[in-house]
């Protein structure tokens, strides 16, 4: 008879499990078990349910890409983290210092969000609602991120502000398959983001710079303007005057991307 049982730790471990969310799960009856006839204790699960939701998770898995990822605003830690992996990335300076983030956070603690995976941060991006005369200046390479002036940063809440598509970087595993599982997932939800900014306040225009091919990619396929072409096409500024279609903008970049 024990043969037809799993143990719990042999459930875990046929689920991917973590303890605490396994026995969450148990309790909140999405994962089956007995009980011998007689007892109160000795969880036994069955061994037929458990493979069967294991198939069904991992196909889920492969058809949908990367689970258990969480899109939400960053705090300070999680800037501290992305300060990290962007140093690691691109360098220490073509980053924006951690002292600077937190004095635009003091501004608007609300342009910055990450994507965590089991509390693990792993991507982030960022829009900033800016001062329309600081954007050619940024696409045209005059300043850097690192130097915009405090005065330039805006609240969502003010009437008529520009905004400028900052940043969207995942942090590399090694696994080609993993990392554009991911960074599909932060592009579809910082477009998401966006659009509920969109329709919540007074957004006259957005603004992006395409520093790589794929990232010139991207914005052209949201239907962004080139307005800006320096050093031979390797950096290129766009511009979207009216984002008044977002369910269709959201609905054509992920027609863009399908395998």
Same mark, same amino acid.
């Given at each position: 008879?024990?043969?037809?049982?799993?143990? /719990?730790?042999? /459930?875990?471990?046929?689920?991917?499990?973590?303890?605490?969310?396994?026995? *969450?799960?148990?309790?909140?009856?999405?994962i089956?078990?007995?009980?011998?006839?007689?007892?109160?204790?000795?969880?036994r699960?069955?061994?037929? /349910?458990?493979?069967?939701?294991? *198939?069904?998770?991992?196909?889920?898995?492969?058809?949908?890409?990367?689970?258990?990822?969480?899109?939400?605003?960053?705090?300070?830690?999680?800037?501290?983290?992305?300060?990290?992996?962007?140093?690691?990335?691109?360098?220490?300076?073509?980053?924006v210092?951690?002292?600077?983030?937190?004095?635009?956070?003091?501004?608007?603690?609300?342009?910055?969000?990450?994507?965590k995976?089991?509390?693990?941060?792993?991507?982030?991006?960022?829009?900033?609602?800016?001062?329309?005369?600081?954007?050619?200046?940024?696409?045209?390479?005059?300043?850097?991120?690192?130097?915009?002036?405090?005065?330039?940063?805006?609240?969502?809440?003010?009437?008529?502000?520009?905004?400028?598509?900052?940043?969207?970087?995942?942090?590399?595993?090694?696994?080609?398959?993993?990392? /554009?599982?991911?960074?599909?997932?932060?592009i579809?939800?910082?477009?998401?983001?966006?659009? *509920?900014?969109?329709?919540?306040?007074?957004?006259?225009?957005?603004?992006?710079?395409?520093?790589?091919?794929?990232?010139?990619?991207?914005?052209?396929?949201?239907?962004?303007?080139?307005?800006?072409?320096?050093?031979?096409?390797?950096? *290129?500024?766009?511009?979207?005057?009216?984002?008044?279609?977002?369910?269709?903008?959201?609905?054509?970049?992920l027609?863009?991307?399908?395998?």
């Amino acid at each position: 008879m024990s043969n037809e049982f799993y143990s /719990a730790e042999e /459930a875990m471990k046929k689920l991917g499990k973590p303890r605490s969310t396994f026995f *969450k799960e148990v309790e909140n009856g999405l994962i089956p078990f007995e009980i011998e006839p007689g007892r109160q204790r000795g969880r036994r699960y069955p061994k037929e /349910a458990i493979d069967t939701l294991a *198939k069904r998770q991992y196909t889920k898995n492969k058809r949908q890409g990367p689970t258990h990822l969480v899109f939400s605003p960053s705090n300070v830690a999680d800037t501290w983290s992305e300060v990290q992996i962007g140093a690691h990335l691109y360098g220490e300076d073509d980053i924006v210092p951690f002292d600077t983030l937190l004095e635009w956070r003091d501004i608007n603690d609300e342009m910055q969000m990450s994507v965590k995976e089991q509390g693990q941060l792993i991507a982030y991006s960022s829009l900033m609602p800016l001062d329309e005369d600081i954007m050619l200046a940024l696409l045209n390479d005059k300043i850097r991120e690192r130097d915009i002036p405090l005065e330039a940063i805006r609240q969502w809440t003010d009437p008529s502000i520009s905004v400028y598509v900052c940043s969207l970087t995942v942090k590399p595993t090694g696994n080609a398959k993993r990392d /554009a599982d991911v960074g599909r997932f932060i592009i579809t939800q910082t477009l998401k983001w966006a659009t *509920k900014q969109n329709s919540q306040f007074d957004i006259k225009n957005w603004y992006g710079i395409g520093a790589t091919a794929k990232g010139q990619e991207i914005f052209e396929n949201l239907g962004f303007t080139e307005i800006v072409n320096l050093y031979g096409g390797e950096r *290129k500024g766009y511009l979207l005057q009216n984002l008044k279609t977002p369910a269709k903008l959201i609905k054509k970049y992920l027609s863009s991307i399908k395998d």
